[in-house]
């Protein structure tokens, strides 16, 4: 069996299909063993698990997913990798290989015509331009997933795992916190890929919660708060408040901040989650008057 951790064979499989490693795609393949098992043993996998995995590449990990997993749901966009991949996939029969976007198709109906179980794991070195447009069409769309592996930039990561008053911290911060229980696994150095990227990643485990940990109102409203509150990241909250577009005066900004028991000079990167779903429940009870 081709040993898909050595820069040598992948050289020479991407050669034999005539593929060129695309940037644009983020198509950087892991060759670190290490950080295989490091990826795998997060996942915590047990014989009954569905495992959807974005971005397959060569199959490095997807093979790794199958000898662990019962089911295994690899979605790659790239055409030329897929007739790779039926090439180092071969043999496992508890593969399902899918040409698609990850931004695009529906996960649970790829998982249900696989015949796999629900809810689901997502484990996947995600490409660097897609991590946090596919993280959070994850975490915002109803989608049956129990629990998120994945490998992304070091930067993307920090983000993911930031706690209030540090630079990190943003509205993803406060999505993944309200949606998940994030944790960061490891740092991973970028020579442990092929091609090496230009920066480093890190492998971030996310524990879908089965319910948020603060109540709010109308949750898109909450996360349009969030969202005003990080757009104008220097502006104190009265003021980013007043600039967003949620139409509220300073004025009226300034009352449901002091309703919500939130100094209106504070910034939006010290509000903790519950500091921020009071303010969505004291802008609703406003918007109600």
């Not at 529906?106 to 015949?115: C, K, N």
């Not at 209030?164 to 916190?177: I, Q, W």
């Not at 000079?265 to 429940?281: D, H, K, P, S, Y």
């Amino acid at each position: 069996m081709l040993n898909l951790t050595s820069p040598a064979v992948v050289r020479a499989l991407l050669l034999k299909y005539g593929i060129r490693p695309k940037r644009r795609l983020g198509q950087n393949f892991l060759i670190n063993p290490g950080v295989l098992e490091k990826i795998i043993a997060a996942a915590n996998l047990a014989a009954g698990d569905t495992v959807v995995e974005i971005g397959p590449g060569v199959g490095t990990l997807t093979r790794r997913l199958a000898e662990t997993a019962g089911k295994v749901v690899a979605v790659e966009v790239d055409r030329a990798l897929v007739g790779l991949l039926k090439e180092t996939l071969s043999g496992y029969a508890n593969i399902f290989l899918v040409e698609g976007d990850a931004l695009k198709v529906g996960l649970d109906a790829l998982v249900a015509a696989a015949g796999g179980a629900f809810p689901y794991k997502v484990v996947a070195n995600l490409p660097y331009y897609l991590s946090t447009s596919l993280l959070t069409r994850l975490l915002r769309g109803d989608f049956k997933v129990s629990l998120l592996v994945i490998m992304v930039q070091k930067e993307v990561a920090l983000r993911l795992v930031a706690r209030p008053g540090t630079k990190e911290y943003g509205a993803l911060s406060v999505l993944v916190r309200y949606k998940t229980e994030p944790e960061l696994v490891a740092v991973v150095s970028r020579g442990s890929f092929f091609p090496a990227p230009e920066v480093d990643s890190a492998v971030v485990r996310l524990a879908v919660r089965s319910s948020p940990p603060v109540a709010v109102p109308d949750e898109e409203l909450f996360f349009r708060v969030v969202r005003a509150a990080f757009a104008k990241r220097r502006k104190t909250l009265v003021n980013a408040l007043a600039a967003s577009a949620l139409g509220l005066s300073r004025e009226v900004g300034a009352l449901v901040l002091a309703r919500a028991g939130v100094d209106p000079q504070q910034r939006g990167e010290t509000l903790t989650l519950e500091e921020f779903a009071a303010v969505t429940r004291s802008l609703a009870a406003e918007q109600e008057e």
